[in-house]
């Protein structure tokens, strides 16, 4: 095989008569495109059309072990300068493309591997495409996920080649297409076992050389689908069906995928280069967008975070030489301890759950059971593959199997001696290598630290409830800490899928001592005749997943009023709680036999009535009655910005105090924290980028004003105001 | 010729077919007991992996999604794929002919670790297609046409739908005499003149020493509780079988179950079709080392099979103890305690009238002398089938650990374990303390 050109991206080769264009980016694992690259493949496909080359036709495929194109360099999108910029590097990609469709020989594109955004563009350009079989391989624009749509012809070509309820689905969720999937669908022309690929790849091309074509290039369409996409009546109701179902999930925030959507449906009957124009344009515009912005530093906030190892005193090969967690143990089984177990199990990591009694640690296989079940049931898992999972999941009531544990987590109940008890003698079964974590919630690590003999192995992991949805899990450290234990519990919660977030030891950590503010301003202004319902909604309109009272319904209100008072005793007076929940609690306390205890959702009765898991109407006659005895209050009138402000700045005051005390050292932690560990609105890039953007200065004296009329509580913190004046922001 | 020692054993509770485990499927249920072994040994599945040989598990069901059901468990229970593993089938002795083989390796220096072991759903034993249905469902399938087809459904055998053979009763039943296992043991009872109250008074006397250990813990060292999937509701730590409350009474009114005019064998003094897993471990002296210093639970002293008269198989623990004994020179007496299977309480009674009747000797050995008697506190000392059941795949290597661990709570020297096996044939697996 001789090779004709060899740049920084791409080289070609020629076999026999065709061309073998192979993307190796210099210097890096995987391929991705940017400026040199795009003009580089545009210089190609000039040439081979000038007929410099003398190839009939032309293989594209990528260098890079398992991996095609994982689509644009992220860093070039986020150091365009302006909106001209950002539109003229749509433009360069278009016209690259549509050079590369221009050509007058046959293209195949061969994909092995991830092909993501730009990658999957370039595909479209090209006359044919395969894939391998391989569960590496998948393809999808996901530009979405990052505030912008598919600005290289992605908008253009895609509905073209999928049809338009495909297209719309990808762009508008972002979401992969698995090797399977794509030819269905007329995504790739065919789908080649792995082992067969790089030879089907040449064969395919050389039967193109010579005028054969070796696919069969028509996509089944089903009948709704024709009735919906080929005539006028039927695109109308299928683009407000999908404007309709989209704005249900984005509730407005996020105008990505209704800008594409928009795009498609008017200018879709343009010619191409007219059509890549208005591309362009609707690019750039949401480039711009402080959404766009904010998800694009939020990708790279998770690119760290992956890489980020929890602490900075160990060297690569040290961390590398630490052992892995194969074998774990969770005490206290129930739902924690199952849902830990699933989720470690589903990671291949062998679980022993152990508790006193037979039947808790059989509620958390039934727990585990019931996830994986969901797993097959939605087509994630086969039946075996579940079995085989659930089988790394066994149970115990005594001290079985310890000594060849890696890592014990304890979820026992929330009582200081309890666990300390528990500690020691744990120590006492397992090996020396072996981590022991407590998954406490409410309780310090100082206190529990005489229990051990070997403090320095113990660590904090918090899980969040529910623990298969929370992708957050908080890694408490303390003084007498190892390097080496913090290392293999931030790479647990990296392997079994989880966001790392590493923080010192202080009373509700780091995401406990953010919400509680929160919450507890919602009580006070539930006193004050606030609605639940409206206030819910407004909570829920500003981004946050669930509204203060449906979460403390989720929470638990038991949980949540104990852990209110533990924050309040140990943090002072910003901390006061209403006297709502205590009121609660001193009504479940009057309640007699065989009446429901009003705890929140686990026990069908909260803020709302539950039933089976899900919410209906608020209880809020009820919950008048307990709080207000003498009658109601009249119902103070809701103004949603004030409300905002009035429960969301207090966790930013909260904040400054966080940085100050180190209980994390970066604002971007607090953002990470927030983001998966509560669902603070991404599209704001996390509490802290929020805070920026309203800047502190004016939250420093919306909460002075505050104060003066809802409580001292309210009152701004000292670290705030030094942040206030000291520019304002807390990033950097 | 290296010396094959027992390490861990550990063993699902057991449980009457369809009852607690029915839903569960046999290599769920050896999954559960490996894993448990596993466990108890405090080593990682890694290192298991990384030092077992081989595993070998009897089943006698077969079940159809699980032909190689060793395999199937060996891997669910988290042993790696590089590991080797196959099932042997000797009928009620597949376990103990699984400990035999690791035995036999052991000895021959094929390895240093073998898991050997057992895993039986009685309960989940199919219904098949007779024939006739069967070859209606081939002709169906091999017509083409419309007209064909319904030439075919014209002669659908609806009859034969509801006559399915029932594998169970199939498997039970001798293939060469056509009877079935309790008319083996009726002919045991009526030759022996082993009358029906004896036979009910040995069927009480298992529960009542099975009802003994399980309070005395005896059963604990070798049960790993088990929760019942998928919902776990059910937690068994225990064996399901043994009746604190069994009578005399309670067992004289149950009527003969397979010969209904002249017969003696009833249910309550025949063990039950059972569910159940038992798995342990067979290792050389550099096993044990490569168990991180695993403690012997025994030596194996020997092991021997022999065959008999089908239709007297319950007699197959006298020959072969003898066979063994002859080659390693001991005498019956010469055990602490002995487990002999209880299939039917008739034919370990006969059992024991064999080994001291010289007659019987005479006929048999051809002279040889009779073995004598066995003192009854060292028979069964925990109960038996009996009480326990008789997962067929698995009691092999249930009676093997049984019988070993109750040698080292007595601190005594040798163990014996012997059972008959369906088809005419007996097995018989000797021990010695460490």
């Known amino acids: ?152 012809g992605g908008t253009y070509r895609l509905p073209k080649m999928v049809g338009l309820m495909n297209a719309i689905d990808m762009i508008l969720s972002g979401k992969s297409i698995r090797p399977h999937k794509a030819p269905k669908m007329g995504l790739v022309d065919e789908l080649v076992p792995e082992a067969l690929f790089d030879a089907k790849s040449v064969e395919y091309t050389h039967m193109l050389a010579e005028g054969k074509v070796p696919f069969n290039k028509s996509r089944k369409v089903s009948l709704p689908e024709k009735l919906l996409t080929t005539n006028f009546i039927g695109k109308k109701v299928f683009f407000s069906k999908a404007r309709e179902q989209l704005l249900s999930k984005t509730k407005g925030h996020y105008p990505a995928p209704l800008a594409a959507l928009e795009l498609i449906r008017d200018k879709s009957s343009l010619k191409r280069d007219a059509y890549m124009k208005e591309e362009a344009r609707v690019f750039a515009q949401l480039w711009a967008t402080p959404v766009s912005k904010h998800l694009v530093s939020l990708f790279f906030l998770t690119e760290d975070v992956k890489r980020d190892p929890g602490t900075t005193s160990l060297d690569r090969e040290q961390l590398k030489s630490l052992p892995k967690f194969n074998q774990m143990a969770v005490l206290g089984a129930g739902v924690m301890g199952g849902g830990i177990g699933y989720q470690s199990a589903s990671k291949d990591i062998y679980v022993t759950l152990k508790d006193i009694r037979h039947e808790a640690v059989a509620a958390g296989k039934a727990h585990a059971q019931k996830l994986f079940n969901k797993l097959v049931e939605r087509k994630h898992m086969t039946r075996s593959q579940a079995s085989q999972k659930m089988s790394h999941i066994r149970g115990q009531v005594d001290y079985t199997s310890f000594g060849s544990l890696d890592l014990v987590i304890e979820a026992v109940v929330e009582d200081l001696e309890i666990k300390k008890k528990v500690f020691a003698e744990v120590e006492t079964k397992v090996s020396d290598q072996c981590v022991i974590a407590t998954n406490t919630s409410s ?117 949540a009023c104990k852990v209110s008072h533990i924050l309040h005793a140990s943090l002072g007076q910003r901390f006061k709680p209403s006297d709502g929940l205590d009121r609660i609690m001193e009504a479940n306390k009057k309640l007699g036999e065989g009446q429901t205890k009003r705890l929140g959702k686990k026990s069908g009765l909260g803020f709302y009535k539950w039933e089976n898991g899900r919410r209906k109407e608020a209880d809020t006659e009820a919950i008048h009655k307990i709080l207000f005895p003498t009658g109601v209050k009249a119902r103070t009138e809701l103004n949603p910005e004030t409300l905002i402000r009035r429960l969301i700045y207090p966790m930013i005051n909260e904040t400054a105090l966080i940085l100050k005390e180190q209980i994390v050292e970066k604002a971007w932690q607090v953002d990470v924290g927030m983001i998966f560990g509560t669902g603070f609105p991404p599209f704001r890039g996390g509490l802290c980028r929020y805070a920026d953007s309203v800047g502190l200065k004016n939250i420093e004296s919306e909460l002075q004003r505050m104060s003066t009329l809802y409580g001292a509580r309210l009152k701004p913190t000292e670290a705030l105001s030094a942040y206030a004046q000291s520019g304002g922001k807390f990033y950097d | 010729m290296k010396t094959a020692y027992l390490a861990y054993g550990t063993r699902s509770p057991f449980a009457k077919a369809g009852t607690d485990l029915k839903t569960v499927h046999a290599a769920e249920l050896g999954r559960h007991a490996l894993a448990e072994l596993i466990a108890r040994s405090n080593l990682s599945h890694e290192h298991w992996g990384k030092i077992v040989d081989e595993v070998i598990i009897g089943n006698t069901g077969t079940p159809a999604d699980a032909a190689n059901i060793s395999r199937v468990i060996a891997l669910r229970a988290g042993l790696p794929e590089n590991v080797s593993a196959y099932t042997v089938h000797r009928n009620c002795a597949s376990a103990m002919e699984a400990m035999a083989q690791a035995t ?331």
């Open chain 2, 104 to 434: 036999l390796k052991v000895q021959a220096g094929q390895g240093d670790v073998f898991i050997a072991g057992g895993a039986e759903s009685m309960s989940q034993m199919p219904l098949m297609y007779n024939n006739k249905a069967t070859s209606f469902f081939d002709k169906l399938s091999r017509a083409r046409s419309l007209a064909d087809r319904l030439k075919v459904l014209k002669d659908i055998p609806l009859k034969d739908f509801l006559k399915p053979r029932i594998a169970i009763m199939e498997g039970l039943t001798d293939p060469f005499y056509d009877i079935n296992m309790g008319e083996t043991a009726e002919i045991i009872a009526k030759e022996f003149g082993i009358k029906r109250n004896e036979q009910d008074e040995f069927a009480l006397w298992s529960h009542q020493k099975a009802v003994k250990a399980q309070e005395a813990g005896h059963y604990a060292n070798e049960i790993a509780p088990y929760s019942v999937p998928p919902k776990f509701e059910n937690t068994l730590t225990n064996d399901s079988g043994p009746r604190a409350n069994q009578s005399m009474e309670a067992l004289a009114k149950l009527r003969p179950f397979f010969d209904k005019k002249f017969g003696s064998i009833t249910a309550g003094n025949s063990c039950p079709i059972t569910d159940g897993a038992c798995m342990v471990s067979i290792v050389s002296e550099e096993g044990l080392a490569k168990l991180e210093g695993a403690k012997a639970i025994a030596k194996i002293t020997g092991y021997a099979f022999a065959g008999l008269d089908p239709r007297r198989m319950g007699l197959g623990p006298v020959f072969a103890t003898k066979k063994l004994l002859d080659q390693t020179g001991e005498k019956l007496q010469d055990f602490d305690v002995i487990e002999i299977n209880e299939a039917f309480s008739a034919q370990v009674i006969g059992c024991l009238r064999a080994f001291e009747s010289q007659k019987f000797f005479d006929e048999h050995f051809n002279g040889d002398k009779a073995m004598g008697a066995i003192a009854p506190e060292r028979l069964n000392p925990n109960g038996g089938a009996i009480a326990i059941g008789h997962p067929v795949g698995a009691t092999g290597a249930r009676i093997a650990l049984t019988a070993a661990l109750e040698m080292n709570r007595l601190g005594a020297k040798k163990a014996l374990a012997t059972m008959c096996i369906g088809g005419g044939q007996g097995g018989s697996i000797s021990l010695e303390a460490v």
């Open chain 1, 1 to 152: 095989m001789e090779t004709l050109f060899k740049g920084k991206a791409f080289k070609l080769h020629q076999d026999k008569n065709i061309g073998i264009l192979e993307f190796d980016l210099e210097g890096e694992k995987i391929n991705k495109f940017g400026e040199f690259q795009l003009k580089e493949l545009g210089d190609l496909c000039d040439k081979i059309k000038a007929g410099d080359y003398k190839v009939k036709a032309l293989l594209i495929r990528s260098a890079k072990k398992d991996s095609f194109i994982v689509g644009a360099d992220i860093n070039v999108i986020q150091s365009l300068a302006d909106e001209a910029e950002a539109r003229k590097a749509s433009e360069l990609g278009q016209s690259t493309f549509s050079k590369l469709e221009d050509l007058s020989i046959p293209t195949l594109v061969a994909i092995h591997g991830a092909c993501m955004g730009g990658g999957t563009e370039m595909a479209c350009a090209a006359k044919y495409r395969i894939c391998s079989d391989s569960s590496r391989t998948v393809i999808g624009v996901p530009e979405v996920k990052l505030g912008f749509l598919p600005g290289w």
């Open chain 1, 443 to 559: 309780l310090r690590l100082e206190d529990m630290l005489p229990a051990f003999k070997k403090p320095e192995r113990f660590v904090g992991l918090h899980f969040f409830n529910p623990v298969d949805k929370m992708p957050l899990v908080e890694v408490v450290t303390h003084p007498q800490i190892s390097p080496e234990t913090v290392a293999r519990a931030v790479a647990y919660v990296k392997a079994i899928g989880k966001t790392p977030v590493v923080v010192k030891d202080g009373p509700g950590f780091l995401v406990n001592r953010l919400l509680l503010p929160w919450l507890n301003e919602a009580g006070y202004c539930l006193q004050e005749g606030y609605d639940i319902v409206e206030t819910d909604k407004i909570l829920k309109k500003f981004g946050m997943p669930m509204g203060p009272f449906e979460l403390l319904d989720e929470i638990g209100l038991d949980v």
